[in-house]
């Protein structure tokens, strides 16, 4: 099957479906799996019409270019248009390529963004939290809803390790990529001599789960309930609210002691100890399909570096796709980061194009 022939496939399956959904014969959950179908399609086929239009005037154009009967003037015009729509298609047609790339089911999941401080002591702890805050505002700036679910403060605002969950519009598609060491230098205010120091973080995005997409046995998890600590007002140190989940089968621990009921606490606990069981198992079915994984954009190995924060030059590079940007300001605010994760999703997807063809 050739390149239109394909096309051609997918518009009469998007055909199909409308016609078998304005039938009225289709109910409850046949109902949702088609509708479900046909919205998949509907940026595809959008997108084939505008290629398909862009191709007819193309067509009509070259009939002008080459017709004898028509003045001197009437087929230069024709000429021009010709050239000119020709220069789109190439275009018009990685836009259907990209498209065509298999999705990952994960892609319009919300995430769990989980931030830990690495080598550098008190300085990589304040580097770890102004990463969870950069991230926290990104995340306002897309309208998603960013929930802490786990803060482990240190004495001067830096955080050791922190979590949270982070739902809207296909955020794991946009966060995914940020999994791995972040690298800091800069003076720390604690340094008389201004010294530059080096020090780091990690990230981990998973895709959150829902029940539904992994299952749990109770009997596998060892619960401990102890007593908050650090922000979050006097009620912290007063019951044994804060929960501690232990996933025997793994070794996967997980806490939350942001509410102040015990069972929120699981609950949320759940979601985080969910999320790292589904990603485990996509990772491994990942490894299994693909040869080549290493040469994809970042592979979630959280100790690859993946990333610097320079701020005494105020860049910011992102070593998978040698990118630098000198407005370390912007990024740090959230604003500047949407530039990073669009390049490394462009990337991604010039590589997946690449496997296909």
Known sequence: MNFDEKLETIVSRHDELKALLSTGNVDGQEFVRLSKEMASLDEMVETIQAYKELKKNMAEAKAIMEDASMDSEMRKMGEEEYYSLKEELPEAEKKIKILLIP??????????????????????????????????????????????????????????????????????????????????????????????????????????????????????????????????????????????????????????????????????????LRAYIYDAERQRIENEMSSNRKEQVGSGDRSERIRTYNFPQGRVTDHRINLTLYKIDEVMEGAGLDEIISALIEDDQLKKLSELS
């Open 103 to 272: 999705k990952d089911e994960a892609d319009a999941k919300n995430a769990i963004l989980e931030v830990r401080a690495g080598t550098g002591g008190e300085e990589a702890a304040l580097f770890a939290a102004n990463l969870f805050r950069m991230y926290e505002k990104y995340a306002n700036s897309r309208g998603w809803k960013f929930e802490i679910l786990n803060l482990n403060e240190t004495g001067i605002g830096g955080y050791k390790e922190a979590a949270a969950s982070i739902s809207g519009k296909d955020v794991f598609s946009k966060l995914k990529f940020e999994s791995g060491a972040h690298r800091v230098q800069r003076v720390p205010d604690t340094e008389a001599s201004g010294r530059v120091h080096t020090s780091a973080a990690t990230v981990a995005v998973l895709p959150e789960a829902e029940e539904v997409d992994v299952k749990i046995n109770e009997a596998d998890i060892k619960m401990d309930t102890f007593r908050a600590s650090g922000a979050g007002g006097q009620h912290v140190n007063k019951t044994d609210s804060a929960v501690r989940l232990t996933h025997i089968p793994t070794g996967v621990v997980v806490e939350c002691q942001e509410e102040r009921s015990q069972f929120k606490n699981r609950d949320k606990a759940m979601a985080r």
